[in-house]
């Protein structure tokens, strides 16, 4: 039986023909047995007969002709997209909740106002200044939702005052008074007693006055340039022997702690600003300081780096860096005291529309409290927690080397609930040290000048062996760092090199050539993770060590691919964008609807940080049409509406917002869920570097690997398990938005669970 005609039965046993509009009729939803159970045929009496494993390249799929017909047919309504402006702002709105929640330890809310206001910034930096080009440019493109940029600029501006105002209230009423209760307190000098206030002039006078410059306004003195997202003070001082006024500006020092502790053993601090603010005398003797007021600018930090075969790309980058600290400002924040005379000065002075002007309750820049967090009071923050050992790298009596074990078969990581150091890390430096290996080739996206990772690479070249870095330099705000080590890779003799003209190399991968006897063995590392193992303990990520040979083949034409003149596009076992990760995910979900339709129980599983592509959130609409069953976890922005009828009633969408940063890309595919001869099964699982983005998909080199050791894709299943799972804690879209999960309701939260399994496994 052809696919089309499996169709047609299903279609006609169900009597749910296609209506007058042309379009198949909506099956009921019904849940396919979950992949972690999948050793047998399902409970599904069509699917009993057991199917060929899919054979083929991974970005060839075969789905029938018709069936792609029909589903390209199939209409779906023009307000199908959520905005994706408005949804990150959601996400942002998620972090804050953690910060208002009780249940959280103390630090632990602070670090979230910290986090909530960083994100802001660089939303605003990113996203509201590209919007507002695009408006000042009169371009008339609209968001998928069909918005123009002003309107989205007006939507932003609202949700952001609202939110601005719930994190004001938040630090305000709740967590200040929380940490004054705890023995913090952010003090006025007006609470500083006489002592302190003498120790903390003679402070202010060796070590901060120094480094002032106050500036004055007038037709002699043209504004000052304020950089972005420093904090300044703008002044008003009186002569008073004419009675004229006078505006001044002094910038806050961006390189001293923004809270001054008021004395030794005592966790008392006053704001920079405001030890500043009370010594404005002795930058203006003989004037009158009348008004002071803190402020803060954010500017356009977007890089356009012009891509050019023949230019450097290591100095237009340098170039554009210098050009970023002058863009124009997207942003003006206040406190919620400036006086309408001040406030108006700046606007003018600035050139922001009163529109991008927004009033905070209490201190501004809540990013400082990452301070706070590093006070040593740890009964206030989560506990610490030591990463686990993969049991494959447990040190046993004769520890094995990371290449033996992968001889034995391939390894999924779990990080950070799993050691970064003890295996990735552990990984590139056997292989450095090791005189039989001959060739490292790495991707770098983000990583830390004093990376271990970095250090291996640099030994390795030194001992001769031919290192590669594809080293990403236009990672988002990093690409200062990354500069400063590629040039340090480079003097050390490692091949950097910089990757594809208009392409970032996102994909995260290390392959690793180990001469073995008469033959070159390939081991390879693949993430959805960057190599940086600061972020390894906080962002949570999968990551697969494998000496499988087409994975190996693979890999050494990727990088053949991003080294040098090669054109390939087709891989054995990767999907890499730009060429195939839209359409291989794509063509996968109309299988699934293939697969449904011929009753064997359509499910697709997607884990992601952003889901906004228009072409694969149409393809998961098709299928909740068709009655696949589509669970989407989703961190961040998610343009798909859930659960609207006749769009995306088979569609969950839920998102985890927690300690750690939920980072994984994982999906998968049942593809019939049935067992292939020789072990193991038709489902598919795949992991890599790519969001259902457009930038993912088009802009940037992505990988993205088919993990079919059955050990690995168990674990994977019970990972989806406890996604999806009823009781655990997440947040939840429907038609209206999102909605958490009861907070006094019974729940298990996914991140504990995590890490009391892993680290007692490691114990
Ligand atoms: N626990 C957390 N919850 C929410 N946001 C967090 C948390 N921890 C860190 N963040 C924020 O997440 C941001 C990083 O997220 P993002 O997805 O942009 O990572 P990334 O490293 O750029 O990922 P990739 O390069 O793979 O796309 C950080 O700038 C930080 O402010």
């Known amino acids: 039986m052809t696919a089309s005609e499996t169709t047609k039965s299903t279609t006609e046993t169900n009597g749910t023909a296609s209506g007058a509009t042309g379009r198949p009729a909506r099956r009921p939803r019904t849940r396919p047995a979950t992949p972690a159970t999948t050793s047998g045929p399902m409970g599904d009496p069509m699917a009993d007969a057991m199917v060929e494993p899919f054979h083929g390249g991974p970005s060839e799929v075969a789905v029938d002709s018709a069936v792609v017909a029909e589903i390209e047919d199939d209409a779906l309504p023009d307000d199908r997209f959520s905005n994706r402006e408005l949804s990150w702002l959601d996400f942002n709105a998620r972090v804050l909740a953690l910060a208002e929640d009780p249940r959280q330890k103390l630090l632990e809310r602070a670090k979230f106002l910290a986090i909530f206001a960083s994100n802001l910034d660089e939303f605003y930096m990113v996203r509201v200044a590209g919007l507002k080009r695009r408006r000042d440019m009169g371009l008339s493109v609209t968001s998928a939702d069909g918005l123009t940029a002003s309107e989205q600029l007006a939507l932003i501006s609202a949700r952001t005052r609202e939110l601005v105002e719930r994190q004001g209230r938040c630090f305000v009423d709740e967590v200040l008074p929380a940490l004054a209760d705890a023995g913090i307190r952010i003090v006025h000098w007006s609470e500083v007693n006489e002592a302190d206030r003498a120790r903390l002039g003679e402070y202010f006078t060796a070590r901060i006055f120094p480094v002032l410059t106050p500036l004055a306004v007038d037709p002699a003195h043209p504004f000052p340039y304020i950089s972005g997202l420093s904090l300044s003070l703008a002044i008003i001082v009186r002569n008073p022997e004419t009675g004229t006024e006078r505006f001044a500006r002094v910038k806050v020092p961006p390189n001293v702690d923004r809270f001054i502790q008021v004395r030794r053993g005592v966790y008392d601090f006053l704001p920079l600003e405001e030890l500043i603010a009370t010594h404005l005398g002795q930058l203006f003797p003989g004037m009158d300081v009348t008004e002071h007021q803190a402020f803060r600018v954010t500017r356009n930090a977007d890089l356009e780096v012009e891509e050019d075969r023949d230019e450097d790309l290591l100095q237009a980058l340098e170039r554009e860096l210098a050009r970023r600290r002058f863009g124009p400002p997207v942003r003006l924040e206040v406190t919620n005291t400036t006086s309408e005379r001040v406030l108006a000065w700046l606007l003018a002075e600035l050139d922001v529309d009163p529109a991008d002007a927004v009033e905070v309750p ?78 490292i080739k790495q991707t770098l996206y983000r990583t830390s000048g004093d990376s271990p990772i970095v250090d291996a690479l640099i030994s390795a070249a030194e001992a001769g062996k031919e290192v590669v870095a594809l080293v990403e330099l236009k990672a988002r705000f990093d690409e200062q760092a990354n500069i400063s080590w590629a040039k340090a890779l480079e003097r050390a003799g490692v091949h950097v090199v910089y990757g594809l003209v208009g392409l970032k190399t996102h994909c995260k991968t290390a392959l690793v050539i180990r001469q073995e006897g008469k033959t070159l063995q390939r081991y390879c590392h693949l993430a959805t993770g960057n190599y940086n193992p600061k972020t390894a303990r906080i962002y949570e990520d999968l990551g697969l060590l494998t000496a499988d040979p087409d994975i190996g083949a693979d890999l050494t034409d990727l990088f053949n691919v991003l080294t040098g003149y090669s054109r390939q ?168 938005g999102w909605t958490p999960s009861p907070v006094d309701g019974p729940g298990v939260d996914i991140q504990e669970e995590l890490l009391r399994g892993r680290v007692a496994r490691g114990e």
């Open 362 to 439: 209490g201190l501004l820049d809540l990013s400082s409290l990452w301070q706070l967090y590093g006070i040593d009071k740890p009964g206030l923050k989560d506990a610490p927690f030591v990463p686990a050992t993969n049991p494959a790298f447990a040190e046993g009596e004769t520890p094995k080397s990371v290449f033996s074990t992968l001889r034995d078969g391939d390894v999924l990581l779990h990080h950070p609930y799993e050691s970064f150091a003890t295996t990735v890390q552990r990984f590139i430096e056997q292989a450095a040290a090791d005189p039989r290996v001959l060739a």
């Open 569 to 736: 596009t087709e891989y054995r076992n990767l999907l890499v964008a730009p060429q195939s990760i839209r359409s291989g995910i794509v063509t996968r979900i109309e299988r699934e609807i293939e697969h449904q339709r011929a009753g064997r129980g359509g499910l697709v599983r997607l884990k992601m940080n952003s889901i906004v592509d228009e072409r694969v959130i149409d393809a998961l609409y098709r299928a909740s049409r068709a009655g696949v069953a589509v669970d989407v976890t989703v961190r961040g922005i998610c343009a798909l509406r859930a659960g609207v009828p006749g769009l995306s009633e088979n569609i969950t969408v839920r998102s985890i917002v927690g300690r750690f940063l939920e980072h994984s890309r994982i999906f998968y595919f049942r593809n019939g869920g049935q067992p292939v001869e020789g072990g193991g099964s038709t489902e598919e699982y795949w992991i890599g570097s790519a969001d259902m983005m457009h930038r993912n998909l088009d802009r940037r080199v992505e990988v993205l690997v088919q993990v079919k050791d059955k050990g690995a894709t168990d674990r994977m299943a019970r990972l989806f398990e406890l996604l999806t799972a009823p009781d655990t804690r997440c947040w939840t879209l429907g038609p209206d």
